[in-house]
């Protein structure tokens, strides 16, 4: 049996616990294996296996949301940081979920540098949108009238 078939038959409880300790080891800038971590990813995103998923969500939401803290314009948004993980996870599942995954990524550290610029992305956007709803909505532009009749008969 070869190192991808032990994580490939290996238990998802156990794959996202050994995730789990490599992630503090990572964290910590200490000696750490990605393997097990992106097993979970794959499973998750690739075979779209819903308890993978659940896992990876609570292994990425805290680090996801701390990147979302350290964006130098968070402090210009409106959500607050966990909003913008879960945004972001959201976002990654929908554009790389099934085969598109595999695709994309064949290491670990691919796809956290995607969802780091998924949060990046998420966190300009909801900037961009307030703003753009903070300007349709500035109470010193003089609200529309309704044209009357005469001047829509004047239009046509």
Known sequence: MTGG???SSMDIDLLAQECRNETHKFLRREPHMPFYCFELLCRAY?????????????????????RAMRHPQFGQSCQDADGFARTTLANFYHAVKGPLFSQKFQTLAQAIKYMYACV?????????????????????????????????????
């Open 5 to 7: 078939d032990i994580l």
């Open 46 to 66: 690739r075979d779209q296996i819903e308890v993978a998923l659940s896992h990876v969500y609570t292994i990425y939401l805290p680090i996801l949301a701390k």
């Open 120 to 156: 990046y992305t998420t966190v300009l956007e909801d900037i961009e949108y307030t703003s753009f709803a903070d300007a349709s909505e500035d109470e010193n532009l003089p609200s529309p009238e309704p044209p009357s009749d005469l001047e829509l008969q004047e239009l046509w």
